[in-house]
Structures are given as structure tokens and as C-alpha cells.
């Protein structure tokens, strides 16, 4: 997956039924787990990174796959048509969730409905089947918490890296709690121009890319693109190069704002 170069970065509306995660790439992850060790170096960034290991628990017997759903951390924009997606997992949140704004709260919204959900275990047995995967009921036990793990992996870097971090950011997110999700779209053929350099200096090409459109306080918005890089060490581990597009002002003020280290 991402063999095809394209320097189109702008994201695609979601729909009530997507999530960050398309069907197809969760099994493709599935899979990254059971790949041999030849592989190209990895990204020269990862190091720095930390990884997002998921558990591999699997069911020893069949069971009726869950229709229960979980509640993600990743707050929901109100200008957002859609519910379905990004909740609790392994992986530790890193910062408290933002307050409810007072917009949602007026408008009669439970802490649960103000944040994105994760599809049951049944969504994704019959999603992956739709793209004509062929899952066994006995493997979504692993699917699951590597969708919920990236998802908040990835929300957690946009916070700590990105919008907790530049000072610029944190004023803007200051009046309503902090930022929130709006939408998402996920394309595996579409390689970044970062992704793609580093694959032409014979570094590991990601398996997956996403993009993602953050709201701040007032309305702005930010979008973001994250490259998904199999981990170190084997198993179900991944690194992600989480970061701003360089289609705004705003892109282009955090990522100086790295540069020079604010």
C-alpha cells in the first residue's frame, strides 16, 4: 500500500458511517504484524517518536463478535455531521480531555455525544467483509484495539506536539476547552512529500496515510497529515509521523515554531 506519488494533500469529507481508520487499512495492519524482518531502514524521524504498542490478545474459542461500542477521548467539533469513529484503550491519554464547550452543553449534549466513537466488533467484521476481506471472527479481537490505539495514539501527538506545545496554539484553543476533531479521510495510495523523499533515500515507505481536519476555538481549522510506519521489534507496534500541513498560516507557524523550538 502508498506506492503512488502525489503531492494532493487536501482532505475528503467524512461520511456517519467512516471512521479514521478505512476497513481496507485495518487489515493491512493486521498484516504488518506478520511480515518478515526485510525490510528498508526505517523513517530517520521515528527514533524521537515514541511507538503505540497494542495488545494481541486473541479469542481462543468463537464468540459472538460485541455490538457494544466505546467512546473515544478525541472531541467531537460540533460543526461535524458525524458521530462514528474515534476510547478508552492500552494506550494512556496524555492530556485531559477538553472541557464540554459552552455551545455543546446549550445544546444538550452529553459528554459522550461531544466525543467520536469506535466501531463494535460486528462494524468491523462487516465492514472488512464489504471490502471483500475475509476476517475470521477469532482475529477482530486484535483488529480492535489497533484501530482504538492509533486513533488516540495519533489525537494524543496532535495535542502534545502540536497544540499544547506552540504557544500561539494553546491561546487559540484557550476559550473553549481546547481543540476538537471535525473530520477525517484516510488514502493509502496517496504518499506525502515527506513520506515520498525519504522513500526515494531508500527509507521505509508508510503502509497508510491520513488526514485530519482539527477545530479550534472560533472556528478555525488546522489540518494535519499522519504517515503510519511499522514499529520496532516486531509485533503489533507503530510509529506515526503526526504533523501540520503546510496549507495555511497556521501550518506554517507551528511547524517554525518547532523549527526554532517554541
Known sequence: MGNAATANESPQSSSSSSC???PAARAVWLEQAKESSNRPPHHP???SSPPTTTPTARLTKT???ASDRETSSIPRALSSSSTSTPAP??????HPPP???SAAAAAGETAE?????YPSERQFYEALRRKNHSPSPTTIASIVPIHNAVNERAWSSI???WELRSPGARRANAACGGPRLRSFSGDSSKLTPRARIYGWLGYERPFDRHDWV???CGGEAVEYVIDFYKGRGGGLSFFLDVRPKLNSWAGWKLRLGRLVGL
Open 159 to 161: 495535542l502534545s506536539d
Open 45 to 47: 524521524l521515528l527514533p
Open 63 to 65: 464468540r459472538p463478535l
Open 99 to 101: 472541557a464540554p464547550d
Open 113 to 117: 455525544a461531544q466525543r467520536w466513537i
Open 214 to 216: 482539527v477545530e479550534r
Open 20 to 22: 479514521p481508520v478505512d
Open 89 to 94: 484503550t492500552t494506550q494512556q491519554y496524555q
